[in-house]
């Protein structure tokens, strides 16, 4: 019987990629283990997300800035900050981001597709995900990623992103359409770092893909066959364990990063 190919999307990829404990956690353990407190920073990701994915889904003649800056307050969501004043300072914040980077924008240049959809397989896996933006410039297609986190991007953001990558194929294979640029925008700093990839560069980034899954459906299928060991979902200790959200059911975690407050990851303001 052939095999089945792995249904994926580029998190799970990458979920495999960092941590082989939180991939389990997170993919195979159910009930899934508790997780801990919600994060403000991603509390901040998700409003912007959302309201710059609902600008667009305005009619023409509201795609203004002082209506992104209504659909974040909107849609505000309130988990992880300290208290209630730290959560309208950042309110007010990500307002000032999106309304500032929808003043860049032209309401007429109507995307192909926003929080659109694309899949695609390969002879190991079936694989989807959500983009954030796609564009149509010329005759090709374009993969837009918002970003929110306080650190500076740059060019090799976007080459080294597996997900933007195979985003790019997809899309491409979905729409017939050529898609090679993919870029990164970074509302804190407005600042927009691309990548044109090759048929060679996509091509490379697939064949990595196909290796990750690959590794992870055999490590899924000793897991359901009861044959998973120790080593099979080893964790990857480091200054990221600070972040997760099964820290406290790692003891390797704790012992290699501090406990973070839900808050700790927001830029000061």
């Known amino acids: 019987m052939p095999r089945r190919l792995f249904s994926c999307t580029p998190s799970r990829l990458n979920s495999w990629l960092d941590c082989r404990r939180r991939y389990r956690f997170t993919y195979l353990d159910r009930p899934a283990p508790q997780k801990g407190p919600p994060w403000a920073h991603n509390s901040v990701g998700a409003s912007v997300h959302n309201a710059l994915a609902a600008w667009w889904r305005e009619p023409y003649e509201r795609r203004t800035p002082l209506s992104a800056a209504i659909l974040v307050s909107n849609g505000w969501i309130t988990e992880g900050f300290r208290d209630s004043e730290q959560s309208l300072r950042w ?6 981001m999106v309304s500032g980077y929808a003043a860049t924008l032209d309401p007429s240049a109507e995307p192909v597709g926003v929080e659109r959809t694309v899949a695609t397989r390969t002879s190991v896996m079936a694989l989807s995900g959500r983009i954030d933006r796609l564009d149509r410039r010329g005759d090709e297609l374009v993969v837009v990623d918002y970003k929110t986190g306080r650190r ?12 933007l990558a195979v985003y790019a194929v997809a899309a491409a294979r979905v729409l017939r359409r050529p898609c090679h640029r993919v870029e990164l925008h970074h509302l804190p700093t407005g600042e ?4 044109e990839h090759t048929d060679e560069s996509l091509a490379r980034h697939l064949s990595r893909a196909d290796q990750i899954a690959a590794e992870a459906q055999e490590a899924d299928e000793a897991y359901r066959a009861g044959e998973a060991t120790d080593e099979t979902f ?4 480091g200054v990221l364990c600070s972040w997760c959200d099964f820290r406290r059911h790692c003891p390797e975690g704790q012992a290699a990063a501090p406990d973070k407050e839900p808050w700790d990851g927001l830029a000061p303001i």
């Open 91 to 96: 309110r007010d914040r990500a307002r000032e």
């Open 152 to 163: 500076p991007l740059t060019s090799d953001d976007a080459r080294g992103s597996l997900a």
């Open 192 to 195: 927009v770092v691309e990548w």
């Open 234 to 237: 080893a964790p990857s200790p």
